[in-house]
């Protein structure tokens, strides 16, 4: 028997999100859910884990206010030291109020555009990439949730059960 | 699902299923535009050459063709650079704020609001640019290594504070409003039909990024937009205080205060949601979005409106009162003269604009009245204006040394650069009406079931 690929596709987010339920608790995995929108409770459903982007931007939080630092020190201490306006130039801790304002910004800058280069990174977004989404639909108002099985009359009847609105099987070569 | 109170007014008027939404916004996108848009778009083509040509004319011979003097040496520039700033931070507070304090009615305004950042923004870059006399040496003003000895930019100075700030202020809004458009753009992208469009459909593939709406992509999706919320949170309060610091940490009377960053970022929101508004009540008509845009919204705007307006109110009068209470007589005179001197009338229509006229907002009536609404937006935009006219001319066209004391008087190349800025700022906005995505589209289908008319019955 050949493998084949079952895209069951849903007009509501809630009979998407108990079906998976269903699904899952059945021990089939399923490969992909693609939706219009993002779905509150679907990440646990599926049992992915929670992302790590905001660990990372933090991370990235804390390179860009240690560039900041530095950054200020070496141009305001360590290479020319001068007087402007009376203000101290010689020790960076009475200095450094003034280099706060630039300090938060960098900090900012690091975190943010890391994070979405990161994110992009992850996602596979670029210019040029191909979507994966097997139904154009699901940009609009479709619900699609993709299994891979050898057994697709099962799995097509337990979606058609669980709410599914129409259901394509493909052979995979 | 998340269940709302019956009682809360409805966010997305009519009978609007997921399909509908995704018809109303890519409507714009694929459809010619109609005789208004030709006739505004014309208007602005003309002012936005006006401005091209008062650029050119600048940089070939210089600031000089200004009206500055060399006792009011900074005038219109600085008044429209932190004017367009201002306006800019509505986008951010709409997307943002709002965002963090989970706000669902942000959904049908933040793409908009978050575009008019973006151009307001790069209005307001060209600025300092300009005034600077000699633009293709702009790049000075960043940290890098030179061949000019070891001549290092000053980080002790709110000049250069502000190049990071807006800089950061700048790409940070932008990558906010993009990643926000990548599931949008997919949208359009898998509307277009290729036969028809192939062109359109490349662009707007390669725009997409190839989003496909995965759930780990969704899921990922949220947590940068709440991080970056969290993110552009504090930027935005800090780029106008930054802004305020230009003239808070000099020694000229009037500007030397020290509550001018939470009077300008209060300034800043006030004159930003009344130009969301100028914008918002023209094209929800264009374009077709009054089921989206509700008068609830302009509402919420409104009240948004007032709140700053009255801030902002308080802030003149505290700054009468802490001249009168310093007790040191150049910071006395310098408001007298601002209220009675020369440039009084600037003085009164900014009180007039600001604070008199936002109260009119307390009137249920008239808040939700859109023709009042849009005449109100356009007093606050002008009273705005001469805010930062007032704040920045007033006190240095008269300072210590009576014999230097002197008005100022706008070229018509000062005209043409700030009248051609609205036009630029049109000509970008009314593309962008055109070809993006208006209205988050994506997101919007999530409060469908919580806010929208239907689920309420």
Redesign the interface.
Known sequence: MSKKVIYGIFDDE?VLLNSVKEVRSKDISIK?????????G??HA?G?KR?R??IA?FIYGCIGCATAIW??YY??IL??P?N??G?PSFAYYL?MP??V??I???T??F???L??IT??F????????????PD??????KFLMEIESDDDKTISTLLKKTGATEINVKEIA | ??KESPIREPLILGDK???DI?VDVAKPVLAKANKMWWIVFGISLVLFVWWILSVGYTIGTGIGVWGLNKTVGWAWDITNFVWWVGIGHAGTLISAVLLLFRQKWRLSINRSAEAMTIFAVVQAGTFPLLHMGRPWLAYWVF?IPNNFG?????????L??DV??I??YF??SF??WY?GL??DF??I???VNEKYWPLRKKIY????????????????????S???AG??T??VF?VHS?VS?DFATSVIPGWHTTIFPPYFVAGAVFSGFAMVQTLLLVMRKVVGLEAYITIKHVEYMNIVIMLTGNLVGIAYLTELFMAWYSGVEFEQYAFLNRATGPYWWAYWIMMTCNVISPQLMWFKKLRTNIVFTFILALFVNIGMWFERFVIIVTSIHRDYLPSSWTMFSPTFVDIGIFVGSIGFFFVLFLLYSRTFPVIAQ??L??IVKSSSEQYKK
């Not at chain 1, 154009?136 to 108002?141: I, K, Q, Y």
């Not at chain 2, 070891?150 to 709110?158: E, K």
Request: glycine share 4%; aromatic share 14%.
């Open positions: 809630e992909e859910v693609y939706s219009p929108f993002p779905i509150h679907l990440d599926l992915l992302t982007l905001a931007a950054l200020t141009i305001m290479d020319w001068m402007i306006g203000k200095s003034a280099f304002p630039v938060f910004e960098m900012v800058l975190s943010a555009h994070m979405v994110y992009l992850k996602c596979k977004l670029f210019p040029g990439q191909k979507t994966s989404s154009p639909r699901t940009t609009d108002d | 699902m998340q299923s997921y399909h995704t940290p070891s001549l290092w930019v000053n980080f002790n100075s709110p250069l504070w990071f700030a800089s950061t790409s940070v990558v906010f990643v990548i599931p997919a949208m992208r898998d509307k593939s390669i725009l997409s990024f190839g989003w496909s709406g995965r759930a780990k992509d969704w899921q990922r999706f949220e947590e940068v709440l991080v970056l993110l552009a504090p930027l800090s930054i610091f994506a997101e289908k999530t």
